[in-house]
């Protein structure tokens, strides 16, 4: 049995159920907005059981999981969603089942630094970053620099800016809480995701900042697109150090060749690059949910 | 410098900072992620921070006594900006630790800028599996665990030192957990009413008013003792 905990109106959750379905997979869909209700025993192993509107199943009859719930949704008996999302979250923690991906490493996303020095001892180059509540630093890393950007620290979604000269009257707020600035990596922008042993390469070309949030006169252009060897291995290395079977790498290659990782997002939202260039990722995180190919 | 970092409400915190100001310990609470000059560079990581006017530089040790910045800890903030602060700040935090090549006790993990964070089922479920009897919790599944005794054995292990240990049996036991966690401080309160000792609790900010618990955790910190 394989557990989606998710909601069928988030697409990259739309897709992995459709593709289990083609698999013939037997799957339990828990949707963070019904009444879900787990009882979770862990003092003799882990057991207990999980109830949705449609089916109730053993928690150890559960092989793999899909976990993309998206925080909890508000409604009547706040308490119990929450003790819901608690016990499932703990439960995914401890189970032999195969889950993509472990809470805890995907709380790896909410410190993005650490993150970054996690990339960097495996052997990706990352930007560098100074995090501070030094004003004066800011100032010595912008002219080190020339080009310098500035994002969150957390996992809080952010839009990445260029530090420009309308800023310098706001660099004294830094000193009300740290604040990340990185070296402004030129480039054109990839987007791996690594599903098991399986690499998905996208070629992203947009002259906005944060092609997330491109205008419409900048709209990215998306092609597939394969890597060097090297770059291939550091990805799937990445995955496993991260210990995220399910990762999305953005990386930077600069007009000098070199490659930088950016950024390891731990619940990738494919959709939005299986849906412009057809590469099947739903399939395959199908195929390793049904399979599994990495151990903790 | 040997920085504690707690919440401004940790009393025993604070006082073991003050008591040991003359050997350069600092109590540093999430407000002063605010009031003093913090800085993470990376690659590779090097953390500094500066304290008392002096220039910023790498802490010597670091005690860690917080699990994460809540927006209750920084009152001095505008009340719309306290969230995201706070995320901000426990970010920075877990970072900044993380890239310390000095004693951090505890380390930070990506859940806790203290430990691994574990739930009380987490301490069930690690115990159970070194066979390590556990008091059973309540029915009510939330997470709590059970309630403590009136008289129950508190064993500190603080790195290579057991404190309140009756006997080398449960000893053992505090150390094994304490491994299993990754910990290399923390308190575990057993059962005395029954061979062999049942897990009740465990919380990785022992009582540093305890003078033997505070003298272990100068050993880890490397404090010099006058």
Redesign the interface.
């Known amino acids: 049995m394989i557990l989606v905990w998710g909601s069928l109106q988030d697409p990259p959750v739309a897709l992995v159920v459709d593709e289990l379905a083609k698999l013939g997979a037997p799957v339990i869909l828990a949707e963070p907005h019904e009444f879900l209700h787990v009882e979770l025993q862990t003092h003799k192993g882990v057991a207990g059981f999980l109830s949705t509107p449609r089916a109730s199943v053993d928690l150890d009859r559960i092989t793999a999981a899909y976990l993309r719930p998206n925080g909890s949704v508000a409604g009547p008996d706040q308490r119990g969603r929450e003790m819901t999302d608690r016990n499932l979250l703990l439960w995914a923690e401890l189970t032999s089942a195969f889950i993509i991906n472990h809470p805890s490493s995907m709380a790896g996303n909410n410190t993005k630094p650490l993150q970054a020095m996690q990339l960097h001892r495996i052997g990706f180059a990352v930007p560098a970053t100074l995090v501070t509540t030094d004003p004066d630093r800011v100032r010595q890393f912008w002219r080190q620099h020339g080009q310098v950007v500035y994002k969150s620290i957390s996992g809080t979604r952010s839009i990445v800016r260029r530090l420009t000269p309308a800023d310098e009257d706001r660099l004294a707020d830094v000193r009300w809480c740290p604040t990340q600035f990185q070296q402004y990596v030129p480039g054109v922008e990839y987007r791996v995701h690594v599903v098991g042993s399986e690499l998905f390469t996208c070629r992203i070309e947009c002259a906005a900042d944060d092609y997330r949030y491109a205008t419409d006169h900048q709209r990215p252009t998306l092609s597939e697109a394969s890597l060097p060897d090297s770059i291939n291995e550091r990805s799937r290395l990445a995955s496993r150090h991260l210990g995220l079977p399910l990762v999305g790498l953005d990386l930077r290659r600069t007009p000098d060749g070199d490659w930088y990782c950016l950024e390891a997002n731990p619940s990738p939202a494919f959709s939005y690059y299986e849906g412009h260039i057809g590469q099947p990722i739903a399939a395959a995180i199908a195929r390793l949910l049904t399979h599994g190919d990495i151990s903790r | 410098m040997i920085l504690v970092v707690a919440g401004w409400y940790d009393t025993p915190a604070r006082r073991y900072a003050v008591e040991r100001r003359a050997h350069g310990v600092r109590l540093v609470t999430p407000a002063d ?2 009031r ?10 090097r953390s500094i921070v ?1 304290l008392d006017d002096g220039p ?1 530089e790498q802490p010597s040790a670091v005690l860690v006594r917080l699990d994460y910045i809540r927006d209750s800890d920084l009152p001095h ?1 505008a009340q719309p ?1 306290r969230g ?2 706070a ?6 935090l ?3 630790l ?2 310390l090549t000095v004693p951090v006790v505890n380390p930070p ?3 806790c800028l203290s430990g ?1 964070g574990w ?1 009380w ?2 301490w ?2 690690a115990a ?1 599996t070194m066979g390590i009897p ?1 008091q ?1 919790a309540s029915a009510s ?3 709590d665990p059970p309630a403590t005794p009136a008289i129950g054995q508190l064993v500190t292990v603080a790195g290579d030192r057991i404190v309140g240990a009756s006997d080398p049996y449960t000893a053992l036991l505090a150390r094994r957990l304490a491994r299993a966690a990754g910990l290399q401080l923390i308190s575990l309160t057993f059962t005395t009413d029954g061979i062999p000792p049942r897990l009740v609790a465990a919380t990785p900010w022992p009582n540093l008013t305890d003078p033997d618990i505070a003298e272990a955790v100068d050993d880890l910190l490397r404090v010099e003792r006058s």
């Open positions: 992620l605010s003093r000059q913090w800085s993470l560079d990376l690659p590779p990581g500066a910023p903030l900006d995201y602060a995320a901000e700040m426990t970010a920075f877990t970072a900044w993380y890239a993990s990506t859940v691994p739930a089922e987490q069930e479920h159970a556990v059973p599944n939330n997470g």
